[in-house]
């Protein structure tokens, strides 16, 4: 029969009382689904559009990217940089989805400002605004506090 060292046995007794101090990991269970969802709105406002392009092509929006006259893209107030939205023209019933890339529009009395692109596809290039209704396409549209630009 074998003697067990008290040294074996101090570093048992060490190991067990570290094993011990720690922590279980608790994973929360995820929820399982067989169907994707659709997207949820949750933020949604009627009010006047504008459109922006031209002298702004090309420069650093509030997000940091650059400004693209021709990308589906807008500017917002309060709305997180990312949140993809749906803009309705409420005169001729025509969508677009854009993304929140820039803070705007400047005009306290504007909702909303699309990039030119967006404003095309809208038709409302030649009006310079238009009666519209916004609505998130994204799960959860968290509110930041507005911006005054006075």
């Not at 589906?72 to 749906?86: E, V």
């Not at 025509?94 to 909702?111: F, H, M, N, Q, Y």
């Not at 290039?125 to 911006?147: N, R």
């Amino acid at each position: 029969m074998s003697v067990i060292k008290p040294r074996t046995i101090l570093i048992l007794c060490f190991v067990l009382l570290l094993a011990a101090c720690t922590r279980p990991q608790i994973i929360a269970p995820r929820p399982i689904s067989s169907s994707p969802q659709e997207p949820t709105i949750s933020y949604h406002a009627q009010g006047l559009a504008s459109w922006y392009g031209g002298k702004f092509h090309g420069r650093k929006t509030a997000s940091g990217e650059k400004f693209d006259k021709n990308d589906f893209t807008c500017a917002h107030r309060t709305l997180p940089f990312g949140t993809l939205l749906k803009v309705t023209n409420l005169a001729n019933e025509k969508s677009v989805t854009v993304r929140v890339s820039d803070r705007g529009p400047a005009i306290k009395s504007r909702l909303i400002d699309v990039s030119q692109a967006a404003a095309r596809d809208l038709e409302m290039l030649g009006t310079g605004t238009a009666e519209v209704f916004v609505e998130s396409l994204d799960h959860e549209v968290p509110q930041k506090e507005e911006i005054d630009y006075e």
